[in-house]
């Protein structure tokens, strides 16, 4: 860069601290659009480049939508070729294809270690962690959409608020009867009881689960797999006590509670964390049951 | 304009502990935050948390522990009231339900950690740090605190008085990633940044890709120095392909590290001859890149990390969430074989500046967490000390943000507490970016509070509607840029030449990142626009960790420089100071605090 702008920034900075976009003459503006696009330019070639290079290609077929911008609105698949690398997850290719190809392709992610959750797609199929994904395992092209059932914000990404609201709805926080006194008393926990909870505790609001539940695509006020998983984690927790475990299967046993599940087993098919969400629920069922004969 | 007492900016373990903490005091707080709150990245710590909780420990032995650890670059009263806070942090956490792993008898597990004299790691399975936060957030939602989740907080509303210790944070201003709408956040009593590590800075990282360091970035460009921020810790135990974490519990529960020759190196090549695996994280990492550098790593890039011998039974009960990691990341089965590992960027031991309450230079403003420097973990943090330094200073941040009654803090901030003037090389240029952010809205003094906040408003929906509206560069290839040059100048092993090349690379990154734009116009989840400012972030962070990393002439803890082998105690028993002076990196130093409660000499650590 020239050191004219350099000293003409300056200026600007001293003048008016909150001075910006920086002003540029026409010709300035002209000349860095210029150079915008040749660098764009250069930079798809060389992607085209490696994947000429590439010892193995793939192929993605993405779903793209914005409500936002014109030729985007009606939603379609774009096809991306990337190039393929040992151990190259769904979310790899995802990258790949928006850094060097289209920097507008739109999809949630974060740590990519299948824990924070944010990257949850319907990956040839399936509801899948993008992240945790091996290209390798999938048939070719890719065919890569939003999770369904969901409200699609732009191309990949959904709208999670549903979601949240049911996981909400079953007082996800620990209510213990009572907390032992004396200073920095733990409350005991047997070792088994942990055991019991662990998986459900195992959970990170992907929402897979209930993207692929039937019953939730037809019943929008269905508690869902995820949000019962989540009551049966403090229900079962001995910790709480019985006069809450009661509380508990009261919300659970609600019109679109736990007897809405259908069996179909789909949430644990997909649940990318292998928590055995179907039998928790049937074992909720089971305990409002017992609770419920107590009174007959 | 959204008005609240106290603003918490980021959701992960630290933001949430603030905001229980500050709800606690009666304060209305709201947390401000890119991601959803069970998104952050707290949730991917794995190993545990360090507290004394056993008769036989005590806290004094945490804090001797911590700063050895530190190599004596901690300060006494931010160690001390650490260790002092953290037992009672992790019964509450067990109060609110936490699923720690537990004994016959149903009491919390302890394990052994790197660097500890004391088996005082408590933990849940291998995946704490996403119980943590759970657990947290379900307080969170218990309490009803509100949360504007998806929320990129651009920059501080902060008046622009000449003296930094004279200004005041208002609030923040935040792109709303749905909508694309720039929203302005009032706080009357306190901003509290809590945005997490900047991993992101470098290519090898464990962190997230959300982990851009704003916080940091934010806070410098406001006027407050980053402290000691060429201490950069490398965790010795990373997947090669991704930078995926296998947890320290590992070596805690046995794991052993052996070379291409098979041998146990850490013995073998007198590394660590008492502690071997388990010394501190420093000395490992460096450890197996001189196994690899010398020819004794596996295809010349890392070493094995062996469980094996622990059994099936042991691992399934305490390491599970490792085997799942190997498998899906590596595609090795940890049961039947050795894990490859090598280092990777982990942690930012420096960060923000702030004192045992969290507060900052700048009235009305704080910091917890990573992104904060108290400084706790000084040249190198222990392995498990991270969660319980979220949950000490977050709870201690959010209480006296709220107007909580406290004790007044021991540690000095600001340039006033500058002992010494720092010079930077003069053969190394460090280049102006104006490419919006500089922080210090409106006119000072004279200007009320929400006028502050709306001036930033408006200097952000400008920068937005540039980035949207103009031709540019991408921002990838920039931010690609800097990330492959901080690992290969800035990595665990630091020569002069190398860091002045990074420097010059991130100074032409500078000069590009003038002509980057978003090339998506959409104003609906724009993520190419999102990552375009995120950029911006990681050029400053970048350039800070390498001009304290040129600056700090001597071997400490995690910074190991070839022409300087040994601690220079006579000289740099002192943090690195850097304040954001027009766009130039101001350099000066502030002295250890080794005097608390108790005094810790400087010793030779040994391992």
């Keep these: 860069m020239s050191t004219q702008i350099e000293q003409e920034q300056t200026e600007e900075q001293t003048d008016a601290e909150a001075a910006e976009p920086a002003e540029q003459s026409p010709q300035e503006r002209r000349l860095s659009e210029k150079k915008a696009r040749a660098e764009a330019r250069e930079r798809e070639e060389q992607a085209r480049e490696e994947v000429r290079d590439a010892d193995e290609t793939v192929r993605i077929k993405v779903f793209r939508y914005d409500p936002e911008v014109e030729g985007k609105e009606e939603p379609r698949f774009d096809d991306f070729q990337v190039p393929f690398f040992k151990g190259m997850t769904v979310l790899d290719a995802l990258i790949y294809a928006r850094d060097h190809y289209d920097s507008s392709l739109t999809f949630r992610h974060s740590c990519r270690q299948a824990v924070c959750g944010s990257d949850a797609l319907f990956v040839n199929g399936q509801q899948r962690l993008g992240c945790k994904t091996q290209m390798a395992d999938l048939d070719d092209p890719v065919r890569i959409e939003p999770l369904p059932h969901q409200d699609v914000v732009k191309d990949l990404v959904v709208d999670m608020e549903h979601f949240y609201e049911q996981m909400h709805a079953v007082e996800p926080y620990f209510q213990p009867d009572e907390l032992p006194e004396g200073e920095r008393e733990e409350q005991r926990q047997s070792p088994e009881n942990r055991e019991k909870v662990k998986m459900s505790t195992r959970c990170i609001w992907c929402g897979a689960c209930m993207s692929s539940c039937n019953i939730a695509a037809g019943d929008n006020e269905y508690l869902g797999p995820a949000a019962i998983n989540k009551a049966y984690r403090f229900a079962m927790d001995e910790r709480e006590g019985e006069i809450q475990k009661e509380d508990r299967l009261e919300i659970i046993e609600q019109e679109h509670g736990v007897w809405r599940c259908q069996t179909q087993f789909s949430c644990t098919e997909v649940c990318p964390k292998d928590i055995p969400l179907t039998e928790h629920i049937q074992e909720l069922k089971r305990e409002a049951v017992k609770s419920n004969l107590k009174f007959w | 304009m959204h008005e609240h007492d106290v603003l918490v900016v980021g959701a992960g373990g630290a933001g949430l502990r603030a905001a229980i903490a500050a709800h606690e005091e009666g304060a209305d707080v709201a947390m401000v935050t890119k991601l959803h709150p069970v998104r952050s990245h707290t949730g991917a710590a794995e190993g545990g948390i360090n507290a004394a909780l056993h008769p036989e420990d005590s806290w004094e032995l945490h804090a001797y522990d911590t700063m050895k650890g530190s190599d004596y670059l901690g300060d006494a009263p931010a160690v001390e009231t650490f260790a002092q806070d953290a037992p009672d942090e992790v019964i509450q956490l067990e109060h609110w339900g936490m699923p720690f792993s537990r004994e016959e008898d149903g009491t919390v597990s302890q394990r052994p950690f790197g660097g500890l004299s004391h088996p005082r790691t408590t933990y849940a399975g291998a995946e704490t740090g996403h119980h943590l936060l759970h657990t947290m957030y379900e307080q969170v939602v218990k309490r009803g605190i509100t949360v504007y989740e998806e929320q990129q907080v651009l920059d501080l509303a902060v008046t622009d008085h000449d003296d930094v210790e004279d200004r005041e944070c208002h609030g923040v201003v935040a792109y709303d990633i749905a909508s694309g709408e720039i929203r302005g956040y009032r706080a009357t009593d306190g901003v509290i940044l809590a945005t997490g590590g900047p991993g992101q800075v470098f290519d090898h990282t464990t962190n997230a890709v959300a982990n851009t360091g704003d916080g940091y970035a934010m806070a410098y460009r406001a006027g407050v120095p980053l402290e000691d921020m060429e201490f950069v810790q490398f965790h010795p135990t990373t997947l090669p392909s991704t930078g995926v974490l296998i947890s320290e519990g590992v070596r805690g529960e046995g794991g052993i590290l052996y070379n291409d020759e098979e041998e146990r190196f850490m013995f073998e090549y007198g590394y660590a001859n008492n502690e071997g695996e388990l010394a501190s994280r420093d000395v490992v990492s460096r450890a197996e890149l001189t196994e690899v550098n010398e020819g004794r790593g596996i295809e010349d890039e890392y070493v094995h990390l062996d469980m094996r011998h622990l059994g099936e039974e042991r691992i399934l009960d305490r390491l599970e969430n490792i085997l799942h990691l190997a498998e899906d990341f590596e595609g090795v089965d940890g049961l039947d074989e050795p894990m490859p590992v090598k280092p990777g960027q982990h942690y930012q031991m ?253 010793k030779e650590r040994s391992y």
Excluded at chain 2, 433 to 455: F, I, K
Excluded at chain 2, 496 to 515: G, S, V, W
Excluded at chain 2, 550 to 571: I, M, N, P
């Design chain 2, 350 to 602: 420096g960060g923000v500046e702030c004192n045992e309450n969290g507060q900052t230079c700048i009235d009305g403003l704080y910091a917890a967490g990573e992104t904060a420097c108290v400084s706790l973990h000084g040249a190198n943090r222990l392995g498990g000390n991270a969660l319980p330094e979220l949950l000490v200073f977050g709870a201690r941040a959010g209480k006296h943000a709220a107007g909580g009654d406290m004790k007044d803090a021991e540690i000095p901030t600001g340039p006033s507490a500058e002992s010494e003037a720092g010079d930077l090389p003069d053969d190394i240029e460090i280049g102006a970016v104006d490419a919006g952010g500089e922080s210090v809205a409106a006119d000072g003094a004279a200007v009320d509070a929400e006028t502050v906040v709306e001036a930033e408003v408006q200097r952000q929906q400008e920068r937005v509607d540039r980035l949207l509206e103009e031709d540019g560069i991408n921002h990838a290839q920039v931010r690609d840029d800097i990330q492959q040059t901080m690992t290969a100048n800035v990595n665990v092993f630091r020569r002069e030449d190398n860091l002045k090349e990074a420097l010059d690379d991130i100074r032409e990154a500078r000069e590009r990142y003038r002509h980057v734009a978003a090339s998506d116009p959409s104003r609906t989840y724009n993520t190419d626009l999102m990552h375009t400012m995120e950029t911006r972030n990681i050029i400053d962070i970048a350039e800070a960790i390498t001009v304290g990393a040129l600056a700090r002439e001597e071997f400490r803890g995690a910074h190991w420089r070839e022409q300087y082998q040994e601690r220079r105690d006579d000289e740099w028993l002192k943090h690195t100071m850097l304040a954001w002076s027009d766009g130039n990196p101001e350099l000066y130093y502030k002295p250890v605090l080794l005097e608390g409660e108790k005094e810790y000499e400087p």
